[in-house]
C-alpha cells in the first residue's frame, strides 16, 4: 500500500480492476508488504505517517471510482512467525492493527479491532 519497493498494490493490475469493478462493498486486508523491515525501518522516515496516508488515499480513489462503496477495514492476519523472508512480527502483530484503526476512524469507517 505504501508506495515503496516494487510492491505498490496501487501500480498493479488488481487495483486498476478492483477500481473497475463497480462493486458495492470492498474488503481492505492490507498491509504485509509495508511491514517489511527494508520499508518500515530502512526506507521511511515516518513508517506509521506514510502507512495512513497510504490508507487514507486508497479510500479515496476506491470512493471516486465505485460511488460510495461499503468498505471494510481488516487488521492484517497476525504473524506468528519471522525470519528473512518474513516481515517484522511486532510491525504487523502490534504497530498496524492501531493504525488500521486510526486510518478508518480519519475516513469515516466502521472498524473494531475484537
Known sequence: MIDVGDDFYQRTN??????ASGA???LICLGTNDAKEEF???QLSDPAASFLSAYADMIQQLRQALGDPL????????QVRGGSDWPDPSIINAA???LVAQAAAANGLNFSIS
Open 40 to 42: 518500515w525501518v530502512d
Open 96 to 98: 498496524l492493527p492501531p
Open 71 to 78: 468498505i471494510v477495514p481488516i487488521v492484517p492476519i497476525p
Open 14 to 19: 488488481a487495483w486498476d480492476q478492483a477500481l
Open 24 to 26: 458495492s462493498v470492498v
